[in-house]
């Protein structure tokens, strides 16, 4: 019989599940509205179990093994504890104990981005790759880092959090109160804010400020737009400084990038070569493979998947 195990996508309004089994398929999908408002209590126990329970019914005739749960934040998955989401206002919650009471299945959790980085590894464009760094530009930047064939945690759990490196010591404040992280300057709402500051001062541009997206942005720069054309030269020179620092720390062979942000990456990859080659000059970064990544909408189901049939000894 197939072994099959249950991978949950948590976010801050909406939680996602499915059967995978040990080649990274899907099937059984189930979903649910989530209201942040709501307790860690209510949630867990008013929507991802019976979401978590829906799917073990529609997948009645399968050999289902484990429970992998996917967090917005930073966890504790030794004890299966969610450190703290900010988008779901949860501090110290106990994901682990009561999910696992009441669907009697081991259960494990991982930080969502880094849950992405571990389906990459096992379903996706990592696979055989042993050092590879994915990146998620949204509106944020996450992101999971495989070195030496394994997802580096770091001591608390924290290493990853690479949309919080520093790319302009006087930038914009960030969201998590430094000053020019790359995530206040490149992602999304980095470049749109860019954007509408250009506009304040006067630069003529077809762009309107009003509901502003990065799409609009990219639309514009295939016209020829000076500005938008700048905004995405820019925005591929601070992803070359971040980049760079990557790749001096772990050398990877791949990156991988996903989010809507990536389909722009013929307007931004020209300025972050070059950027990047400027900036690390001890590694040889000519020879970095830039892809995309496999999953996108399905990436955390999938993730954290691969991460509770690697902790059951499924897949190495
Ligand atoms: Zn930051």
Redesign the pocket.
Known sequence: MDTFVIGVDLGGSHAACGCVDLDGNISCMCETEIDRENSADKVINENLIPLIEECKNKAKDKNIVGIGIGIPGRTDSKNGICVFAPNLNWHDVDVKTPIEKACKLPVFILNDARAMATGEKYFGNGKGIDNFVCIAIGTGIGGGIVAGGKLILGADEAAGEI??ITVEPNGPV?????RG?V??LASRLGIVKRAEEAIDSGVETVLKKENLTSKDIFDAAKQGDKLSLKIWEDTGIYLGRFIANLATTVNPQRILFSGRVSGASELFLPSLKKELKERARMVPVEKIEFMKAKFEDDAGIVGNAGRAFECLGYLK
């Open positions: 949309g919080h960030c969201g998590c109160g430094n992280c995530e206040a």
